[in-house]
């Protein structure tokens, strides 16, 4: 006995059309797929988001990122240092008035002179990342020595702006300002904001170099561009607005 198969309709040219669709969208999916591995293999992770953020890691494209996520959340940032080896005692909470210390840390070696003061947390790590990923290859590019210290004048001071009794309180009333005077070298050199800003000379370059850096990693950055009241120091401090004088 012989068999007739069913002969199927001819495809209407729109089941033309979504199976070419269907097609296509394959293979984007599988073009996808490939470039995020290539991606996730080529690129460094301080490029990539979705890594997890080391003190290790030079700055990358994703770095100002993952650290907005850490400072935002004062556990978060604990955890971090914790994670990473950085020595540090958390500080006491201390409440006077408008200023608080609350989720301070003093940092155990950290090159500051005075060494130890009182910082928020968020402070305390994106000053890290500062000194190891800016300041510290800084200094060895443009001056050829190695950093010893960054001198700085305070952290938390329980003030307004200024000092004045009409303007806002400043960031230093709850240490998340950082004054910077100047820097010490290995080679015993020194470096002053106040006495080496100006001019055309390595010491003004490095200056330039570490105030830069600080603009793109802090919430503000104020020196002797700003105004006389910033002539010998660098003030960084965590805003959440974005200010680079
Ligand atoms: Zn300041």
């Not at 293999?41 to 290790?56: E, I």
């Not at 100006?198 to 802090?218: H, K, S, T």
Request: charged share 20%; glycine share 6%; aromatic share 8%.
């Amino acid at each position: 006995m012989k068999l007739t198969l069913p002969t199927l309709p001819p495809a209407t040219p729109g089941q033309l059309a979504w199976a070419a669709f269907g097609s296509a969208l394959l293979e984007l999916s599988l073009a996808a797929i490939l470039l995020a591995a290539f991606v996730e293999k080529a690129a460094p992770p301080q490029d990539l988001p979705w890594k997890p953020f080391s003190l290790n890691h030079p700055l990358g494209l994703a770095t100002d990122a993952k650290l907005a996520l850490i400072t935002a959340d004062p556990a978060r940032c604990r955890a971090v240092l914790l994670a990473e080896d950085v020595g540090f005692a958390a500080a006491p909470d201390r409440t006077e008035g408008f200023c608080t210390t609350a989720g301070s840390v003093r940092l155990g070696d950290a090159k500051l002179s005075p060494n130890g003061p009182v910082m928020r947390c968020d402070l305390a790590l994106t000053y890290e990342v500062w000194r190891r990923h800016v300041v510290e290859p800084a200094a060895r590019k443009t001056l050829g020595s190695d950093l010893s210290r960054v001198e700085h004048l305070g952290t938390y001071a329980c003030r307004n702006i200024y000092g004045k009794s009409d303007a806002r309180p400043s960031n230093h009333a709850t240490a998340s300002a950082l004054d910077v005077a100047g820097f010490r070298l290995a080679d015993g050199r020194q470096v002053s904001v106040l006495r080496d800003y100006d001019g055309e000379d390595p010491e003004a370059a490095f200056l330039q170099e570490v105030r830069r850096g600080a603009c793109r990693l802090f919430g503000a950055t104020l020196g002797p561009d700003y105004n006389a009241a910033h002539a010998d120091h660098f003030h960084l401090d965590m805003s959440p607005y974005s200010l680079c004088r």
